[in-house]
């Protein structure tokens, strides 16, 4: 499995950005998928996940009412839109896909599969 991650780019502040994940399987409606984030000298985090019917999301304090996932099953792709972007969101973003559980895990090493991650800097 391979995923790759792109969108990422320079925006100024309350600007927008979406980001895409593409799968390379035909399973990939098999899978949970989310998007964590990692700061310079910081921990990566769970910003946002999906169940693999997109039955549930989850969403991170931080980002919720401004980031919207969603996935198409048909297309083997995941979507972050960000909107109202702040200097704070500066990561490097990363889709990553988990086994199909009724409840989006929290954790990195809950998921199996990462992208290469995608830069998004947010100036002020």
Excluded: H
């Excluded at 399973?27 to 984030?37: E, I, Q």
């Excluded at 990363?94 to 199909?100: K, L, R």
Aim: charged content about 20%.
């Amino acid at each position: 499995v391979q995923l790759q991650a792109f969108g990422g780019g320079l925006v100024q502040a309350g600007g927008s950005l979406r980001l895409s994940c593409a799968f390379s399987k035909r399973t990939f409606r098999s899978y949970n998928m989310a998007w964590f984030r990692q700061a310079p000298g910081k921990e990566r985090e769970l910003v946002a996940g999906i169940t693999w019917g997109g039955q549930r999301t989850y969403y991170a304090d931080s980002v919720k009412d401004r980031f919207t996932i969603s996935r198409d099953n048909a297309k083997n792709t995941m979507s972050l839109q960000m909107n109202t972007l702040k200097p704070e969101d500066t990561a490097v973003y990363y889709c990553a896909a988990d086994t199909p559980r009724d409840l989006i895990a929290r954790t990195v090493s809950d998921y199996e599969f990462w992208g290469q991650g995608t830069l998004v800097t947010v100036s002020s």
